[in-house]
C-alpha cells in the first residue's frame, strides 16, 4: 500500500518521480505528491487525486532540482484530502518525507512535538515524523537527527526524507517494502523494483531495520545500531517495456494477453529442491490471501489427490486462530507480491512453531524470501493492475509442475491462447450481464477455486456482487437466491464432475437462471443460454482452458460499467497492513 519513491542524481527530479509514481500508482492511488529540494529550500505540489489528475498541474513538473521524493496514496490514517497526502513536512518546512506503512505510536510522539510548541497540518501518522527529525535537527547532525528519529517509532514503515541543504536522501526500513537502484551518478529508491527500471537493473532490497544514506555516487545502507553492511547488489532481468501498456487500453487486458509468454517462462521455474521437500512432507499447511488463496486451494487438492499428503489452505489473516503447526508441519506461503502483510505474519506465527517454509512468490529480495527455507520465483515478469492476473496462472503453473513435473505441460500457453480467441463472445455477454446485480459462479472439483476467483475477479473491477459456490452446495442454501434471470456462471468441462454439473445446471434453469457455461461439450448448449467454448483438454488441464474466458468476462463487465479496471476503488496492489 502506498508507493514511495526517492532521487537524486543529474536529471530533473519532478520528471523523474512523476513517471515512477504512474509505475507505483498500483500501490495505492488517492492522493499523490512529490518534494523537490533546490537553492529555494524544499518545494512541496502535492493534492487528492491519481497521480494523472494532480500533475496535470503543471507547476509540479516545474518544479527545478536533482534530489526528491514521491508518494502515491492508500489512505491509512487520515481522510482522502490535499493536507493529508505525502510528502510531509514540518513547522520550518526544512523537512520533507514520504511513508509506506503505519507508524502505530504516532499518537504519543505527536501529543510530546505538541507541548514542544509544534503545529501540525495534517491528520497522518506521518507527519509526525518529519516534526520529530526537525526537533532532533536542532541538536544533531543531518544523518543522526533522521536515524534517532526512526528509533523511536513502532510500527511499520518505509520511509524516504530529504532535508534541507542535504545533497542526500535518509531512508529506513521496517515491515514495509524498500529498494535501492543504483545508477551511474544517480540513486534511487523506491517501493518496487519496476519504479527504477527505466533507468537500472542494479538493485538491493532493503533489509528489516535498516537506515539508508544516499548521495548520488554513493550509498551506505546500516543497521540500527550503526553497523554498516554491505549487501550484494541483484541483477534483475525483468524488462522496462513489462510495465508499459503496449497499446492495450489497460493494464488489466494486456497481462491477460502476456500469459500466452509468461507461461513459458513459469514452466522453466526452478523447481526441484521444492518438489524434494514436498516428497519429505506429510503435514503441508498453505497460506496465502485473495488470488493466492484460490491458487494454495488448487495445490491443496492437488497435494491431497495426487500426492496423497494431508494439505490444507488457510485464509493467511486467520492463520494463528485456527490452525496448529509444528516442526513437523511444512507450510508454504503463496503471495505474487512478497509482501502481503496478513501472509508474512501467518508465516511468522508458523514458523515459531518450528515450521519449515517454502514460497513461491514473484518478487525477488521481497520480504516473503527473507523468511523462507526454499523459494520457487514465477517469473511472471512485473503485474500492474491492481487485479492479479497472469501471476495467478503463473501460480498454477509453477504448481503444476510441482505435482506433475515437466510431463504434457507444455501446452499450457497454447491453451490460455485458445481459450483468448473468444474474446468477442465474452464481450457480447459482458454486456448482457453489466446491470446485473448478482452474479453466481459454479465449479466442482479443481473448477471451484477456479470459479472462486472468476467471482472475485468480477466483483472487485465491476463492484457488482459475485460469489462462487461448489455446485452441488447450491441447493443446501444459495439456490434460494437463484430468480429470473440471474446470471449463474457455470464451469462445466468434460471432467469427472460433468455429470454433476449437469445437474446442478438443471436446477438452476429451473428456476429461471440465466446460465452461461463453460464448457467443451457440446450437447450442454441446449441446456442453457449461452456457451463460452473452451478446448478439450486433461482433466487436470481445464483450469487453464476456463481461466481467461473469467478474466476477459470481468474486464469487459468492467468496462462496460465505465470503471478504470486498472484501479478498482478502495484496494490497493501490495496489501501490507494488516
Ligand atoms: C485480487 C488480488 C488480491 C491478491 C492478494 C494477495 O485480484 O490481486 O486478492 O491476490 O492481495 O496478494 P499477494 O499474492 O501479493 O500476496
Known sequence: MCGIIGYIGFRKASEVLLKALKTLEYRGYDSAGIAISNENGIEIKKGAGKVDDVATDLSFISLDGKIGVGHSRWATHGRVCNENAHPHSNCSKNVALVHNGVIENYLELKEELLKKGHKFESETDTETVAHLIEENLKSMAAEKAFSESIKRL????????????EKRLFAARRNSPLILGIGENENFLASDIPAVLPYTKKIIPIEEEMLVSVSDSEYKIMDFGGMQVNPKVLEVDWDSTVAEKGGFAHFMLKEIYDQRISLKESLSAKTEEARKILDSAQNIHLIACGTSYHASFVFATLLEKELKKNAKAFIASDYQFVANPSNETVVIALTQSGETADTIQAVKFAKSKGAKLLSLTNVVGSSITRLSDSIVYLNAGPEVSVAATKTFSSQLAVIYKLIYGNSYLSNIPEIISNSLSQEQKIKELAQKIKDSKSIFFLGRGLSYPIAM??????????????????AGELKHGPLSLIEEGVPVIALAPSDETKAKMLGNIKEVKAR??????????????????????????????????????????????????????????????????E
Request: glycine fraction near 6%; charge should be negative.
Open 154 to 165: 513502532e510500527g511499520s514503515y518505509s520511509i524516504v526524507a530529504i532535508i534541507k541543504g
Open 453 to 470: 476467483e472468476g467471482a472475485l475477479k468480477l466483483k472487485e473491477i465491476s463492484y457488482i456482487h459475485a460469489e462462487a459456490y461448489p
Open 512 to 577: 429461471g437462471g440465466f446460465v452461461i457455461a463453460l464448457t467443451d461439450n457440446p450437447k450442454l448448449e441446449k441446456e442453457v443460454d449461452a456457451v463460452i467454448e473452451i478446448e478439450k483438454t486433461r482433466a487436470e488441464l481445464y483450469p487453464f482452458a476456463m481461466l481467461p474466458a473469467l478474466q476477459l468476462l470481468a474486464y469487459y463487465v468492467s468496462i462496460f460499467r465505465g470503471i478504470d479496471p486498472d484501479r478498482p476503488r478502495n484496494l490497493a496492489k501490495s496489501v501490507t497492513v
